[in-house]
């Protein structure tokens, strides 16, 4: 079993749709849980990025974790072509200089006009 | 700032040859991450670098991959001898203060 679990779609929905993205995980020294979004043929960029449990929100993204589940999610509202992207999660436990992250398969997204 | 820089953007080769990838990180940025990207396995972790040190190496795939960074500014990927199962997007990635990594663009490698 993978320590993090995120379904590769593809995921196609229309324009103004709401999206949820998942990912799941088994390592519960996590802290930190980040989404990234990856646009074709370009490198990862971060979009959100939380400590421990909770919600957070940035304009129509909002991410939201729960610690006690395992499982991470990155809500868009009012969906947009702009978004067709891949999302990929990535998680740490972040101690001392150890600074690798632990990486979804990245999720395939498109939003159709 | 131009952000992370690698080169070549694309490189075609034939298996057996050396294969010489490289990244400048942002300046300033004291880890440097190197990644390798395929449909089937995502985002993989090769080596990473803390201070011109390499600080974990656990994701080398095998003795043919090698990385070096000799100063704060510049770091390389070889693989030799190159196979066609390398074939791959490359990517490097710099951070300072915190987890946010900042990716180049990539490096398209196809082995024949």
């Known amino acids: 079993q993978k320590e993090v679990e995120q379904d590769p779609g593809p995921l196609s929905v229309p324009e103004g749709a709401i999206v949820s993205l998942n990912c799941t995980y088994s390592?519960?020294?996590?802290?930190?849980f980040m989404w990234y979004r990856q646009y074709s043929r370009k490198g990862p960029e971060l979009l959100m990025y939380?400590?421990s449990s909770g919600n957070k929100e940035d304009g129509r993204f909002t991410a939201q974790v729960d610690k006690s589940s395992k499982y991470i999610s990155l809500f868009i509202r009012d969906s947009q072509p702009s978004d067709s992207a891949t999302y990929l999660c990535?998680?740490?436990?972040?101690?001392?200089?150890?600074?690798?992250?632990?990486w979804g398969l990245g999720t395939s997204l498109a939003v159709n006009p | 700032d131009a952000g992370v820089i690698q080169s070549p953007r694309h490189e075609v080769t034939e298996m057996g040859q050396e294969v010489t990838l490289r990244c400048k990180p942002i300046?300033?940025?004291?880890?440097l991450f190197w990644y390798r990207q395929t449909m089937m396995r995502g985002l993989e972790l090769l080596i990473y670098?803390?201070?011109?040190?390499?600080?974990?190496d656990s994701g080398m795939p095998e003795d043919r991959f090698s990385a070096k960074m000799p100063n704060a500014s510049f770091s390389t990927l070889k693989i030799q001898p190159s196979e066609p199962r390398d074939s791959a997007v490359y990517f490097c990635?710099?951070?300072?203060?915190?987890?946010?990594?900042?990716f180049g663009p990539g490096t398209r490698l196809t082995v024949l």
């Open positions: 390592n519960s020294a996590f802290q930190y």
């Open positions: 990535a998680m740490s436990a972040y101690a001392g200089n150890n600074r690798k992250l632990i």
């Open positions: 300046s300033g940025h004291d880890y």
């Open positions: 990635a710099s951070s300072f203060a915190d987890l946010e990594q900042f």
């Open positions: 939380t400590y």
């Open positions: 670098f803390n201070n011109n040190v390499p600080i974990d």
